[in-house]
């Protein structure tokens, strides 16, 4: 919120009992020269182990690039496998499997043509091949940017990558036939959303200009009408857009399903929820759209954030649209809220779970409150408090107005300046099937708070590692690495913080340990 970019969920109460640092996991720093824009893992020759690519730019010369380090039964080398100039005319990139060789390929959109590159035992090959020619509303290259889209997917559940191409008039889905190894294109009504604009004053200008910004809705891929096959979801301010898959695994061209909403701007997908000075006084998003209560139909889940009476403390609550099925196929959302959940306190982050693996989806809430006595503390502590807010939905389908667990927990940080928020994450850090909590109690340590069966997550952390961490807490994140079920760490620092410590620039990932 206003003057706090910081965020917590977690109790930090000392352990008497916490695990030793070094059974946790084991440490390897991947060093990168240039300034990181972006990290990305992908299990890029099938091994079961993700790999890792720093991406950056050369501002002298315009360039960018990414650095490959390849995952192996040792874990990661600290000096990458290779470095990659990404071509200039590059548009958008992923990775996906859409060539007859072995590995992911490293797949490019630039003006006019789909481009892949073949991935080596010593990384990718430069020398670009071409897929097929396509326009797509990706025409111009920006030097100064590093464009990564997941438009190389299963879109149909497959088992093989499909590609979707954004287009002006429509979409086209490019969708590969294992058994004659060639692809099928199926075009969808899907439209981008624009926004035009246009300048003219001829007092200060040289002439009349107009223009337009086009952009993909957000897309969701999911089963919507229970038939056990993915659909396209296309999410636009005002309606819910369907286009479902036929039993030929081919999508329906115009919307199956088409949903009038209004539940406001829809949210960016930004971890912590701030409020600033230019906002408006009252703002409603869309968070998600996700089944709920477990009925197979999804649902709406928004917040509202209002600063009418304060901007320190704005007034926030979320609310919960079930959506529903008519006899006749029909789908609707509540006009009415079904839930209104309001913690006590301004709301930072809104997570949605399973906790206690009863099949309902269960919402956990930290909350913050801002005073005269909370500021004096803060600024002579260095410390804040917060409050997390446990909402679990019970068995006759409702959740209780009351937050079933409320932890207290307090967090150090540090006056330096730029956004500041410690560590938060949630997994399953030690394969037990339950969802723990990652934190930071300061900006060298990490704590853990595993999940438990009675109580859906412990009030006192179970572990603790000591890192340098950046002052950024978001830019830590939880990640999948291998097959062995443990989550793992990648640690991602601001510009600079390594090399005032007396290092070199680059990333810590951090392995879970098989024995805890």
């Known amino acids: 919120m206003y003057a706090i970019h910081f965020l917590s969920i977690l109790l930090f109460i000392v352990s008497t009992r916490l695990l030793s640092a070094e059974a946790l996991f084991s440490q390897y720093f991947l060093a990168c020269e240039k300034e990181i824009k972006s990290v990305y893992a992908e299990d890029l020759n099938g091994d079961q182990r993700k790999d890792i690519l720093l991406f950056y730019i050369d501002e002298k010369s315009h360039q960018r690039w990414f650095a490959l380090y390849f995952q192996n039964e040792n ?33 490019t959109i630039s003006a006019g043509t789909i481009h892949y590159h073949v991935l080596t035992d010593s990384g ?10 396509s326009e797509s509303i990706f025409i111009y290259p ?63 200008s040289v002439g009349d200009k107009a223009g337009a910004l086009f952009e993909v809705p957000y897309l969701l891929f999911q089963d919507f009408d229970n038939d056990t096959l993915s659909d ?20 329906s061209n115009d919307a199956r399903y088409v949903l009038a909403i209004n539940h406001g701007e829809i949210w960016s997908g930004a971890k912590i929820m701030r409020t600033h000075l230019d906002d408006k006084n009252e703002r409603q998003f869309l968070m998600r759209l996700i089944d709920i209560d477990g009925d197979g139909v999804l649902d709406i889940v928004s917040s509202f954030i209002s600063t009418k009476h304060s901007l320190i403390n704005p007034e926030t609550y979320t609310s919960v649209f079930l959506g529903r099925k008519s006899q006749k196929s029909e789908y609707t959302f509540s006009t009415d809220a079904d839930f209104v959940i309001e913690p006590d306190g301004t709301q930072m982050v809104i997570d949605i779970f399973d906790f206690n693996k009863d099949g309902n989806q269960d919402f956990l809430i930290p909350t913050i409150k801002i005073g005269v006595t ?46 500041a928020s410690p560590i938060y994450e949630i997994a399953d850090f030690n394969n037990d099937g339950l969802l723990d909590i990652l934190a930071s109690a300061d900006e060298e340590m990490l704590m853990l708070y595993y999940g438990n069966k009675k109580n859906s997550m412990d009030s006192n952390p179970g572990a603790h590692y000591k890192i340098l961490l950046p ?19 990648i640690v991602r620092y601001e510009p600079g913080k390594l090399e005032m410590a007396g290092m070199q620039n680059g990333i810590f990932v951090l392995l879970g340990n098989a024995d805890r």
């Open 142 to 204: 920006d030097w100064s940017r590093i464009r990564r889209w997941n438009f190389v997917r299963d879109v149909n559940d497959d088992g093989l990558d499909d590609i979707l191409i954004p287009k002006f008039d429509r979409t086209t889905l490019l969708l590969q036939s294992g058994s004659t190894s060639t692809w099928q294109e199926n075009h969808l009504n899907l439209l981008p959303q624009s926004r035009p604009f246009s300048y003219f004053d001829p007092r200060f």
């Open 471 to 489: 002052q950024d807490g978001t830019l830590v994140k939880a990640s999948h690495l291998n097959a062995d079920g443990r989550a793992d760490i």
């Open 374 to 419: 909370s500021i004096i503390k803060m600024l002579l502590t260095r410390s804040i408090n917060f409050d997390a807010h446990l909402f679990l939905m019970h068995e006759n389908q409702r959740f209780t107005k009351e937050a079933q667990r409320k932890i207290s927990m307090n967090v150090r940080f540090s006056f330096r300046g730029g956004a």
């Open 124 to 133: 990718y090959i430069r020398q670009p091949q071409q897929f097929k020619e």
């Open 232 to 251: 396209i979801i296309a999410i636009y301010k005002d309606s819910i857009n369907v286009y479902v898959q036929n039993e030929n695994h081919h999508f």
């Open 75 to 107: 874990g990661f080398a600290e000096q990458a496998v290779q470095r990659f100039p990404i071509p200039h005319d590059v548009s958008l990139f992923d990775f996906g499997d859409v060539a007859d060789t072995p590995g992911i390929e490293f797949v």
